[in-house]
């Protein structure tokens, strides 16, 4: 069973949280800094101002006297002003790029800062540039992908994610729980808006290739949470199929019936799956008390 958090666990929750802040509003800050000022800028004052920051925030997150959270989060700040020298260099020189070329690039010039650092923020911010450059391109640049191929490809790079870091966790690897439960909530989301997706358009070659994927991917992820006493897979596993089953009766029938028949398995599924994830609580509970 999970202990409530100590006082030690409050001080270093709390010691991180302000840290964050300070330095995410201080880079919030020097990115107004440049909205307001900007006409009154030179060129050159606008890229040195950037790139000493940008060094600057490096260099302080490679000294050893800093604690390693501190050292991680200035890297992370630095991976964040890359962004910032890019659009003030876009701005200045009017490049013309599409928006997914400027996120492909932040990807890329922080993949090593990604590898070295290891560090879950910096991998979040790293795994949400990439869904980004993904959606981008294919709004921009890939316009005959159809939503489910695209809804599917953002679905195998996270759950290619979450598979790696489920290994990488086996082969005691520190990964936290908050980091791998988020990457499997956005795996699910974009099957499930797939499949919504597909359910009210058209039944092609795409979309049973997401179901067939989805339907694997939630099998494992049902036998994994029962192998692990895991209540977060066995949670957002069944909302996808309660909102996927949902869709589908709305689909069949959209007047007052179908309405109703909806409304009473959406309260009736969500009822026993509630009822029975607590059940499946206490007897875990009980069972871990008893060794």
Known sequence: MNHPPSQQDWYRFVRILLLTLGIGFTVAGIIFFFAYNWDALPKLAK??????????????????????????????????????????????????????????????????????????????????LINTTILLYADQVANHWSDKLVFTILFLVNLVALIVSKVLLKAGKTIPTWFTNLVALAAISFSTLGIIIGIFGNKEFDFWLLVLLAALAYATGIWYGFKQHSLFYLSIIPLSLIILITT???????????????????????????????????????????N
Do not use: C, M
């Open 248 to 290: 589908w009766i709305l689909r069949i029938s959209d007047d007052s019936g179908g309405f109703l028949l909806a409304s009473f398995f959406i309260i009736g599924s969500a009822t026993v799956t509630i009822k029975y994830l607590l059940d499946l609580q206490k007897k875990w509970a009980h069972e871990q008390h008893g």
């Open 47 to 128: 890229l040195s101002i950037t790139g000493g920051l940008l060094i600057a925030t490096t260099l302080l997150s490679l000294r050893p006297q800093f604690d390693p959270l501190i050292r991680n989060i200035l890297l992370t700040a630095s991976a964040a002003l890359v962004a910032v020298l890019f659009a003030v260099y876009g701005q200045i020189y009017q490049t013309g790029a599409n928006a997914y070329d400027f996120f492909l690039a932040w990807t890329v010039f922080i993949s090593i800062w990604v590898l070295a650092a290891n560090f879950p923020p910096l991998w979040v911010l790293y795994l949400l």
